[in-house]
């Protein structure tokens, strides 16, 4: 970065919100994602939303390749910089700047915490259900600009179906608006749907509306117990076919239960080789009711033993030990790859079979958590990445796991974005085509190519 | 200064605890720095990885790593909350001590911790010399806190409010103990640790009493030393051995069940980071470290805990105290029921919660003297949520964060008394 340039970024966001020496260049150089750091030449860290803007100008005045960065837990490489380019700090734009009761929505800027936002929601009594895994510290920012999903995406949907309106600054600087505050709206282009998992590629964000809605006045959580794989996987089936939805339906394998047991002393049966994790909720006699099938569906599946949450401390356990899967699995190994890669929630015993084929043919270490209810399953492989043989059959084994999902009807990515770590994988799953349109978009919303440059449709 | 191929080995061997990052960056939800700034190379996951970069020869400036890492409270937070079990408080650590081995200790601190605080006798002296001197450049400033501030010390100190030197410090009132176990059965060895002995001797007496009204034997031997803390933290583990060796000596001639201290930061270095940090001491000062950290107590999880207390119901218009829960004891050790249970021992006394009673108070030991500003900017939060309560008196179970907090609250105006749990059932007795 070259004087007259810096001192102009000094000037616009102001000294003490530049960072140009290397130690702080260095610790924006990743994200959550196993992939190699790249050093931006500069960091910046806009305190208005109004600077937010000329900071894009200044950026595409100068073709400075820029990277918004929230919270920087991205595990798809999207928050991983340009050489030389500048990391776009939102976490100072940390507003909530309307919660409306009347009309069910909120107004905020792209830097506030989720995990916040759902408690100030919570306190007015009302409910933002996206709960991707992150939330605690993630920004909202960046829940919309990768389409962040979580627990609860089987009945609630995920960010993408919380976005009323998103207002972003194009490279120029000039705000774009779009959406609005009421339920329905179809004025204009869908620019707002546009901007829900571009990663950053298409806009900068500048506030977000998003949907409220009331909270389920009841619910119930279960764990399912298992002697086979396949019996759990039918089971999903088995409910959903009931015409059932409940807001929660995890998985875990043995590997995982056991990692979890060993880790948390959660009570969980180590000879088990599958479990479900269920809520259902909603008004309390449809949740009793609902309960009461779900366990049915489940003892006629062949669970072998099912335990009901009798109050809300039995119900924090279920959930306890679903929320220490990764941390259970993350402390085996140095290197923790996680994967979430999807497929229509009817393969999954098919999905399951081929990730236990993968893990014996590539020698890998997998386990497997995740949202069964939604297709939605995250092999986990221990690894050590300075293993350089066993690394390179950690990726050998990450691309047959895309091969196996696409040739399932799935999906890449279910929640955790193409960025880097994908998009060489994206015209198997779409086209050629899809690949020159996308980018023919790109080019023209960004003919400089300053944002977020390489992300999901490569270079 | 060691060639910067030694830097780079030393780094290496942390690389199999360093590796364990997953760079999930969920530290962000619990730094207190990184809350007041928001800048990643001040939350663990960034000062990891600048910690990987450097050994990777990725990042090439050791002086710019070593600003980053030292701007930390080790309050330990993030190793509390890490998914992944990072040990980032034994990381940064042992990092301070490469890097300060690679750059060199500053004068100054050779000068307090190699010149001063290795030398027990001599530091009691001097502090005691300055004890007297003290009050001719601070005036008192709030009675119910106790704290003075200074004009004429203003540069060096800022706006800070001060707790004095004690005019007596405990070793001169009590040069040493070592009576019999009487009802418990148990005997107790005392590590007052320097800010009780020398600021709140009020709090070493507080404990003697509970000890003596619980039958409770106690070993006390003069000449012990500071934990070693302040001196590790700057990276200097010639003085922070020479410390440790100095009290294995002084407690070595003991016969106890259990060694107690009622401060935060002196147990859990005692008890933890003393055997973390032993690899590379002999083999027979390993053992001993050992031996000494079983035995290591936090003095309300002992009275709590092996005296079986039971406590009353408050009284009728008993006073309000909110607790504010030590990092070094409830992130570092778990320990948070056990003060509440030693305090309400006192039927004056009701507890009244505060909001996130664990948040870090923005002390850090010499943190809060070389970043003042963070560390008042954390210290004002906790001070608010003090106010929050309405309670009369704050007690903790640290004397630094009674110093911080004391600070705090003086700075603000406000009428509220900070006390040691032990002080508080001392009062009842």
Request: charged residues 20%.
């Amino acid at each position: 970065m070259n004087d007259a340039l810096l001192k102009e970024f000094q000037a616009l966001v102001g000294k003490d919100n530049v960072m140009e020496g290397e130690a702080d260049r260095f610790s924006y150089s990743y994200d959550a994602a196993v992939l190699e750091p790249v050093v931006p030449g500069l960091v910046v860290r806009p305190a208005s939303r109004e600077i937010l803007g000329r900071v894009v100008k200044l950026c595409n005045d100068n073709g400075l390749p820029l990277t918004v960065r929230g919270s920087g837990t991205n595990l798809s490489g999207g928050t991983i910089p340009s050489q030389g380019g500048v990391v776009v700090l939102t976490n100072a734009l940390n507003r909530i700047l309307e919660i409306n009761e009347a009309d069910l929505y909120a107004v905020v800027e792209p830097g506030v915490i989720t995990a916040r936002f759902a408690a100030e929601v919570a306190a007015r009594g009302l409910f933002y259900p996206p709960d991707p895994g992150s939330q605690a510290v993630s920004t909202l920012g960046g829940n919309v600009a990768e389409n962040a999903g979580g627990l609860r995406g089987l009945k609630y949907g995920v960010t993408k179906d919380y976005v009323m309106g998103v207002d972003f600054f194009d490279v120029d600087g000039e705000i774009v608006k779009s959406g609005s505050r009421t339920v329905k709206c179809v004025t204009g282009l869908n620019l707002a749907g546009l901007m829900v998992g571009s990663e950053g590629t298409l806009g900068v964000f500048e506030k977000l509306i998003l949907k409220l809605t009331p909270p389920p006045l009841a619910a119930k959580a279960m764990m399912a117990i298992f002697d086979d794989v396949a019996k759990a996987s039918e089971t999903v089936a088995a409910i959903i076919a009931a015409k059932i939805v409940p807001a929660t339906l995890e998985f875990m394998d043995n590997f995982t239960i056991r990692s979890v047991e060993d880790f948390a002393h959660a009570g969980l049966p180590v000879d088990a080789k599958a479990l479900l994790l269920i809520e259902v909720d909603g008004h309390p006699g449809q949740v009793a009711d609902e309960a009461e099938k779900v366990e049915a569906i489940c003892r006629q599946l062949g669970a072998t033993r099912i335990q009901v949450a009798k109050d809300a401390e039995e119900r924090n356990k279920v959930w306890e030990a679903r929320r220490a899967a990764l941390s259970a699995l993350a402390r085996m190994s140095p290197t923790t790859v996680l994967e979430d890669a999807t497929v229509p929630r009817s393969r999954i015993p098919a999905m399951m079979q081929a990730l236990e084929g993968i893990a014996g043919k590539y020698r890998l270490t997998i386990g497997t958590f995740g949202h069964a209810g939604d297709g939605n399953l995250h092999p986990t492989i221990l690894t050590d990445r300075r293993n350089l043989e066993e690394w390179r059959r950690v990726e050998d084994a990450i691309d047959e796991i895309f091969e196996v999902a696409l040739a399932l009807g799935g999906t890449l990515s279910g929640e955790h974005g193409i960025g880097l770590a994908k998009s060489k994988y994206l015209e198997k799953e779409t086209s050629r085509a899809t690949i020159l349109y996308s980018r023919r978009l790109k080019k023209a919303l960004d003919p400089k190519g300053i944002l977020n440059p390489g992300k999901i449709i490569g270079e | 200064m060691a060639a910067m191929h030694e830097l780079l080995r030393l780094l290496g061997e942390l690389d199999d605890q360093l590796v364990g990052c997953m760079r999930c960056g969920m530290c962000q939800a619990v730094c207190p720095i990184y809350g007041q700034t928001g800048r990643e190379a001040d939350v663990a996951r960034g000062k990891i990885a600048l910690l990987e970069g450097l050994a990777h020869e990725m990042v090439k400036d050791p002086q710019g790593v070593q600003d980053k890492v030292t701007r930390c409270l080790l309050c330990g937070s993030c190793a509390a909350n890490c998914p992944s079990g990072v040990k980032a408080l034994d990381i940064f650590l042992k990092a301070r001590g490469i890097l300060t081995g690679y750059l060199g200790l500053s004068p100054v601190k050779q000068a307090i911790f190699r010149g001063m605080l290795t030398k027990p006798r001599l530091f009691n002296t001097m502090l005691g010399l300055a004890s007297r001197f003290q009050g001719l450049f601070t005036s008192p400033v709030n009675d119910i806190i106790g704290s003075s501030c200074s004009k004429l010390l203003a540069p060096v100190l800022g706006e800070r409010h001060l707790m004095l030197l004690a005019k007596t410090p405990l070793h001169r009132e009590v040069p040493s103990l070592d009576t019999k176990a009487g009802a418990s059965g148990l005997r107790a060895a005392f590590f007052p640790g320097c800010l009780a002995d020398k600021i709140f001797p009020r709090v070493g007496h507080a404990v003697l009493k509970v000890l003596r009204h619980h039958g409770v034997g106690v070993f006390l031997p003069p000449n012990q030393a500071c934990c070693g803390i302040p001196a590790l933290a700057s990276g200097d583990r010639q003085s922070f051995e020479k410390l440790v060796r100095a009290n294995l000596d002084v407690f070595g001639a003991g016969d106890f069940d259990v060694l107690v201290t009622p401060c935060a930061t002196c147990t859990s270095t005692l008890k933890k980071i003393w055997p973390a940090m032993a690899l590379g001491m002999s083999p027979q000062d390993q053992q001993r470290i050992k031996g000494l950290a079983d035995k290591v107590m936090d003095v309300n999880a002992f009275v709590a805990d092996r005296l079986g207390l039971i406590p009353p119901e408050p009284r009728q218009g008993a006073v309000s105290v909110t607790v504010h829960d030590p990092c070094h004891l409830k992130k570092s050790l778990g320990i948070s029921a056990q003060p509440r249970t030693v305090l309400r021992m006192n039927p004056g006394c009701k507890i009244v919660e505060m909001n996130a009673s664990d948040a870090c108070c923005g002390c850090g030991g010499s943190f809060t003297l070389q970043h003042a500003e963070i560390s008042a900017d954390i210290g004002r939060q906790k001070r608010d949520s003090i106010k929050g309560t309405g309670a009369q008196v704050v007690a903790t179970g640290c004397p630094a964060c009674m110093l911080q907090i004391s600070d705090m609250l003086s700075r603000s105006g406000d009428q509220v008394a900070v006390k040691h749990p032990m002080e508080i059932y001392a009062e009842s007795l």
